[in-house]
C-alpha cells in the first residue's frame, strides 16, 4: 500500500471530526518528564519504533478498535494538564502515534495550552507538513517546540528503516526546510545506531544546505531494542550495531568542523531534560 492511501485509511480510522483515537495518558521521562497521551495510528514503519503495531498499523488497529477511545481536544487538555499538575511537570505531548494525522486536533490541543505555563512538545515525522500545515502551526511557534524524527541519512537508509518509498526522504527535508525558515524551536532526532560517522557527516551537510545551523539541532539517540524493534530489525536484515558517533562524539564534531558558529550561536542550543533543539526563532 503506498503512503498515500495508507494516509487517507489511518485517516477515516483513527480520527471523528475533532477527536482523535487515543490509547493511554501518562508520566514518561522524555524531556526532563513530560504528560503524554498516546494516539494511535502512524503511516510508517519504522524498524527502530518502539510503539507496538496494535497501536500503529491499519490492520491491527481495526482487530482492537475497541480497545481505544476518541478524545476531543478539551479531553486531551484536561488529562495532559491533570498529569502534568499531579506530577510538577513542565512539558506535554501527543506521542505513540503520528499527531498530523488530524490537523484540528492538534492545533486545537495546542491552543488550549497557548495561554499556561506547559510547554508543548510536537513531535512529527513531518511528512504531513506541507506550507498551509506550517503557516497553521507558526501561530504557536512561541509556545511550542518541535521534535522531528528523521528517518536515516540518505533516501536509501529511509526506505530501509521505514518499509516506505525513499522518495520521502526528500519530503521530511522539505518540511525542516518550512519550520526553519518559519523560525520553530527544532530538534532533529537522529538514531544513530544505523549510521556510520562518515554517514552522519555528509548528513550534517545535507542539512547544511537548507540551513548553516541546521546541525545544531541534531538530536542524538540510540535504539531501545524491545523485543518487537528486534523483530522487525531481523525481518528487514538490518544489523543493530553500537553507534559510531554518540551525543559526546557529536558534540565534539560540531565543536571542530563548525567552531566559529558553535561559539556564536550555542547559546541557541536548548537542552530539554537531554533532548536537543536549536531555537531558530
Not at 495561554?115 to 502551526?137: A, P, Q, R
Request: glycine content about 6%.
Amino acid at each position: 500500500m503506498n503512503l498515500e492511501d495508507e494516509v487517507d485509511i489511518l485517516q477515516g480510522l483513527v480520527n471523528d471530526g475533532n477527536r482523535r483515537l487515543t490509547h493511554k495518558i501518562r508520566k514518561s521521562h522524555y524531556y526532563g518528564g513530560i504528560a503524554t497521551v498516546d494516539v494511535v495510528g502512524c503511516y510508517l514503519n519504522c524498524a527502530f519504533c518502539w510503539v507496538p503495531d496494535f497501536k500503529r498499523e491499519v490492520e491491527s488497529i481495526k482487530n482492537r478498535i475497541d480497545k481505544f477511545d476518541f478524545a476531543s481536544p478539551e479531553e486531551c487538555f484536561r488529562d495532559l494538564k491533570n498529569i502534568a499538575e499531579e506530577n510538577d511537570l513542565e512539558s506535554v505531548r501527543l506521542s505513540g502515534g503520528e499527531p498530523t494525522l488530524n490537523k484540528e486536533h492538534l492545533l486545537q490541543t495546542i491552543d488550549f495550552f497557548s495561554d499556561t505555563k506547559y510547554d508543548y512538545i510536537f513531535e512529527t515525522n513531518g511528512i504531513l507538513l506541507d506550507e498551509e500545515y506550517v503557516d497553521d502551526l507558526s501561530d504557536f511557534k512561541d509556545d511550542i517546540y518541535v521534535y522531528f524524527s528523521l528517518k536515516g541519512n540518505d533516501p536509501e537508509t529511509f526506505e530501509r528503516l521505514t518499509d516506505k518509498d525513499c522518495k520521502y526522504w526528500e519530503e521530511q527535508l522539505n518540511s525542516i526546510k518550512l519550520l526553519t525558515e518559519e523560525g520553530f524551536r527544532l530538534g532533529l532526532n537522529v538514531m544513530s545506531d544505523f549510521i556510520s560517522k562518515k554517514e552522519m557527516l555528509f548528513l550534517m551537510e545535507k542539512l547544511r544546505t537548507i540551513d548553516p545551523l541546521l546541525p545544531f539541532g541534531i538530536d542524538i539517540k540510540k535504539t531501545s531494542i524491545f523485543p518487537h524493534v528486534e523483530e522487525r530489525l531481523n525481518e528487514r536484515g538490518i544489523k543493530y550495531q553500537e553507534p559510531e558517533v554518540d551525543s559526546v562524539k557529536y558534540d565534539k564534531i560540531l565543536r571542530t568542523r563548525y567552531s566559529e558558529l558553535y561559539d556564536n550561536e550555542s547559546e541557541n542550543i536548548i537542552d530539554k531534560g537531554g533532548m536537543t533543539f536549536f531555537d531558530f526563532r
